[in-house]
């Protein structure tokens, strides 16, 4: 199949980049990087998560830089500003942010489940299925996740066939989007492949996205391989950030420079300005004291200063 010509990017940074950071970074670094990711270009923004603080403390200052960013001049840019919303209350408590889209986040494996969100699927897709409708009733979006499609760091691998399940669920519920999640980032393209296949059967794949951790090293080649299979929507995260508090071994996901600079080589459009980003990525990067997961990044980093 022909890859397609143009990709819709979701930048998931400042959240599933920073839930996982044990270093409490202030809501006014988490608003300048999303206003410099808006500034790169990037047009879908997931800002932060309406999730207990006590579950991911990282995220506690969720209304603050909600509110920020949907007051500065660039929301008016059309940049759209997702946050996670696991049941009514934080689906409330986003509203009262102002929050214009929202999105759920299930999973294929009864175990993920279970320590992520702390319930059965079965109970998650009711809860999920009372967010959707009261996101309805507003006129709000709703994306869905679904997590561990390739593997659960607590069962082992999953059966693509339940992965699909789930996606048609959130589907049929009204997700406009459904997010694939390789959690733990032990997909291959080759069981990538099998998972997408069989999503792509009860799911259009115009309405599949890609939301690949790095952790193998293996998440640029499992994009190669969904762009092959016509999928494009990807999630990536700035300078490689991310990991889920409750995915041990779990890394950082895909990092955005990298995905763009895929992306440039094969002349596929995403709208983001690379240099742009890689200094959003530098900028977090020196705030958390660590240089950018990004090899792109750090490639061109280092020519700017050879130059
Ligand atoms: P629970 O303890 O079962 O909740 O947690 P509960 O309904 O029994 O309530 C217990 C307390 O939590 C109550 O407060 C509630 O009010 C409060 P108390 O009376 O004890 O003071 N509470 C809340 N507070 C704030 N916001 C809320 C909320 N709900 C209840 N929304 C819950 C259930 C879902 C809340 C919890 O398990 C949770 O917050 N989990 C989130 C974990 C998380 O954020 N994980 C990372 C995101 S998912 C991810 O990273 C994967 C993804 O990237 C895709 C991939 O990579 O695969 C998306
Ligand atoms: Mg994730």
Redesign the pocket.
Known sequence: MALPKRVKLVE?GP??GL?NEQQMVPAAIKIELIERLAGAGLSTIEAT????????PQ?ADNAEVLRAVLASPLHGAQVSYPV????L??FD?AVEAGAQEV?I?G?ASEAFSQK????SIAESLKRFAAVVDAASALDIRVRG?????VACPYEGAVDPQRAAWVARQLVDMGCYEV?L???IGAGTPASVKRMIEACAVVVPIKRLAG?Y?DTYGMAIANIYASLEMGMAVF?SSIAGL?G????PG?SG?VATEDVVYLLNGLAIESGVDLDKLVAAGQFISRHLGRAPASKAARALLSRQRVA
């Open positions: 998931v959240r599933d839930q998560s309406f999730v207990s603080p006590r579950w991911v995220m996670l919303t696991p049941n209350k934080g408590a999105a986040f999973a992520n969100i702390n319930c996740y679904v997590s561990c499609v997010s999640g390789d959690t939301h951790h999630d991310g889920c508090p409750y995915a779990a996901n």
